[in-house]
């Protein structure tokens, strides 16, 4: 190896369907800003949401609360485009960089991470 990560390596979707083998599985998935690079959301994926993601290039999780799928912006119409998708070492995390449509958090604010606590010194 010659040391430079700047590169992507191609990446083999059968080893995050793996880990989504087991019945229940999830893997979280981070959606991130296409071109600020701003943290959207955090949702997670089961390995239909996955397949539909890959194959729709629309953001697909699995909702925990409603136990069953859904797309991004279906009924609001806030939805994300899928650009990129990459995923972790250990193909436990997912990484989309999108495009939104509207705001990303169910809120209305355009990311679901807008409050900060502050850190003591």
């Known amino acids: 190896m010659n040391g430079d990560n700047s590169a992507m390596k191609q990446g083999d979707v059968e080893a995050l369907r793996a880990n989504l083998s087991a019945p229940g599985s999830l893997v979280a998935a981070i959606v991130q800003d296409r071109g600020s690079k701003e943290v959207l959301m955090l949702a997670w994926m089961n390995r239909e949401a996955l397949d539909l993601t890959l194959a729709t290039k629309k953001a697909t999780f699995w909702s925990r609360s409603r136990q069953e ?3 991004k912006g279906e009924t609001s119409g806030n939805s ?25 958090c169910h809120t209305g604010e355009a990311t679901c991470f807008h409050f900060e606590l502050p850190l003591s010194e």
């Open 69 to 71: 799928i859904w797309i």
């Open 80 to 104: 994300l485009h899928i650009h990129e998708f990459r995923y972790d070492c250990d193909a436990d995390a997912i990484l989309l960089l999108a495009d939104a449509a509207g705001p990303a």
